[in-house]
């Protein structure tokens, strides 16, 4: 059996897809004009290390906590549907082969959950492993609190974030990558090199300026889309 892993910012869409959530709410009336500069400085510190994972995901998600979760589920739906024209023709048929060839694919995400399943869908994907939100009270449809649900997926966690998964795929039998045939995983991001070097097939897609250079050293394939 082969595994195909999926960055989503800047791999497998061209954006950023906390971004676009904010454009979305925005324009629902859900967050004020003002959300949109507030969530690029909190990028800014994020990129520049000022800011951790923790902060920038209470900035994103507690402004969500009075909202029902119905009325979140409604959005999130509208949300996957303003997006699909700007699904990348490129990213899109690479992802279906991966998936005709019979290819166990997930999405592996530092996105939170609520805004990454619904990327991953228009791509055909039905595995997400992502930065899961906490709830007030520890049930998945609980209100939110802002805080994260134990280890972001980010960095070295999003290795013990597949694994964990991977355990619970009883098809795959396996918790272990270097279980399968091949395993390929798709990213942009320097912050993704424990994951990378964890698989048979690393493949930088647009790669930052780090991701480049270490992929160039270490005979990486790299894709740079249109």
Same mark, same amino acid.
């Given at each position: 059996m082969?595994? +195909?892993?999926?960055? #989503? =910012?800047?791999?497998l %869409?061209?954006?950023?897809?906390?971004? $676009?959530?904010?454009?979305f709410? %925005?324009?629902?009336?859900?967050?004020? !004009?003002?959300?949109?500069a507030?969530?690029?400085?909190h990028?800014?510190?994020?990129?520049a290390g000022?800011?951790?994972i923790?902060?920038?995901?209470?900035?994103?998600v507690a402004?969500?906590?009075r909202? /029902?979760r119905a009325?979140?589920?409604?959005?999130t739906?509208e949300f996957g !549907? $303003?997006?699909?024209?700007r699904?990348?023709?490129?990213m899109?048929?690479l992802?279906?082969?991966?998936?005709a060839?019979g290819? #166990?694919? !997930? @999405?592996?995400t530092?996105t939170?959950r609520?805004?990454?399943e619904?990327?991953a869908?228009?791509?055909?994907v039905?595995?997400?492993?992502?930065?899961? $939100? $906490?709830? @007030?009270?520890g049930?998945?449809?609980?209100?939110?609190?802002?805080?994260?649900?134990?280890l972001?997926?980010?960095?070295e966690?999003?290795?013990?974030?597949?694994?964990?998964?991977l355990?619970q795929q009883a098809?795959a039998?396996? +918790?272990?990558?270097?279980a399968?045939e091949?395993s390929?995983?798709?990213?942009?991001?320097t912050?993704?090199?424990?994951l990378?070097?964890?698989?048979?097939d690393?493949?930088?897609?647009r790669?930052?300026?780090?991701?480049r250079r270490?992929?160039?050293?270490?005979?990486? #394939?790299i @894709? =740079? /889309? +249109?």
């Amino acid at each position: 059996m082969r595994l +195909a892993l999926f960055d #989503l =910012d800047h791999t497998l %869409i061209p954006f950023d897809s906390g971004m $676009a959530w904010t454009h979305f709410l %925005i324009e629902r009336g859900a967050l004020p !004009a003002a959300a949109e500069a507030t969530y690029l400085e909190h990028c800014r510190q994020y990129v520049a290390g000022t800011l951790d994972i923790h902060a920038m995901h209470f900035a994103s998600v507690a402004p969500l906590a009075r909202v /029902p979760r119905a009325q979140l589920a409604q959005w999130t739906g509208e949300f996957g !549907a $303003a997006l699909r024209a700007r699904v990348p023709a490129d990213m899109h048929a690479l992802v279906q082969r991966h998936l005709a060839a019979g290819d #166990l694919c !997930a @999405v592996v995400t530092a996105t939170t959950r609520f805004i990454a399943e619904p990327c991953a869908r228009l791509f055909g994907v039905l595995h997400v492993v992502a930065t899961e $939100a $906490a709830t @007030v009270d520890g049930t998945p449809g609980g209100a939110l609190t802002g805080e994260i649900d134990g280890l972001p997926c980010y960095r070295e966690h999003k290795v013990t974030r597949v694994r964990q998964w991977l355990a619970q795929q009883a098809p795959a039998g396996a +918790a272990a990558l270097d279980a399968f045939e091949r395993s390929w995983f798709y990213s942009d991001s320097t912050s993704d090199l424990p994951l990378l070097s964890a698989v048979s097939d690393p493949v930088a897609v647009r790669p930052d300026a780090g991701l480049r250079r270490h992929a160039l050293q270490s005979g990486w #394939l790299i @894709v =740079d /889309p +249109a």
